[in-house]
């Protein structure tokens, strides 16, 4: 599926600063490193002030700061070109009106003109990813003068798998992207920059549960590490 992003323009649109890299770091630095591709992250929210009993952005001032630097730290290790970052409140981006969301991710895709998009899993259990899926859906509607060729989703570690057992909405790759050991050890240090996100094992965020997560679905196509992703829509 590679040859189909060689030389194109690629837009990841995230909630929340980490979700880049847990979702496809280790696919964003081959696609850079290995296919010239050009990428652009998107991230909406801010990521952190949901964990206080109110927002209040002023109290979390210096920690916000912190949360974009880290961002930036990240791009570096990862090497992705471009990056918009967005101040949405964090695990609540079911109080935003859909459309103002939707205005967002239209205008980032005006301004980047994108081949192709990768974005949250829709079944995700937090909210702000469902929310960040139908948006990217909403604001790339199969009409005739849309120049978007393909949506992917992935899996977000810590969200996607936390769902309820009896959910419908699971994630069911369909497409595993071959990452190699350099790819994922990028991956793994851009996480670790996140000072907020990153945890220690057996968290889903740890570094051994990445490199886990890589193995296992490298083992479902018989390579040593890879990533997984939902074809959404893919056209010539």
């Not at 010239?36 to 009993?53: H, M, Q």
Request: glycine letters at 6%; charged letters at 30%.
């Amino acid at each position: 599926m590679l040859e189909l992003l060689r030389n194109k323009k690629v837009l990841v649109v995230v909630a929340h600063p980490d979700d880049e890299l847990l979702g496809l770091g280790g696919t964003l630095n081959k696609l850079v490193t290995q296919y010239n591709s050009t990428i652009k992250v998107v991230i909406l929210g801010e990521g952190i002030t949901s964990r206080s009993d109110e927002r209040n952005p002023e109290k979390w001032e210096n920690e916000l700061k912190k949360h974009r630097s880290n961002i930036k730290s990240a791009q570096q290790t990862i090497g992705y070109q471009e990056l918009s970052i967005h101040q949405l409140a964090d695990n609540r981006f079911d109080s935003v009106d859909l459309l103002d969301i939707v205005k967002i991710v239209e205008k980032e895709k005006k301004e980047f003109s994108p081949d192709y998009i990768f974005t949250h899993h829709g079944g995700d259990l937090n909210i702000d990813h469902q929310r960040t899926f139908e948006a990217v859906i909403t604001a790339t509607r199969p009409m005739e003068n849309e120049n978007v060729k393909g949506i992917f989703t992935f899996e977000t570690p810590s969200g996607t798998e936390w769902r309820a057992s009896s959910d419908p909405k699971h994630f069911i790759p369909n497409v595993f992207i071959s990452i190699s050991e350099s790819n994922l050890a990028s991956k793994i240090k851009g996480m670790e920059f996140y000072d907020f996100e990153k945890r220690p094992f057996p968290h889903p965020r740890s570094p051994e549960a990445l490199k886990i997560v890589a193995q296992r679905y490298g083992i479902q196509v018989g390579v040593n590490y890879a990533e997984a992703f939902m074809i959404i829509r893919l056209k010539d």
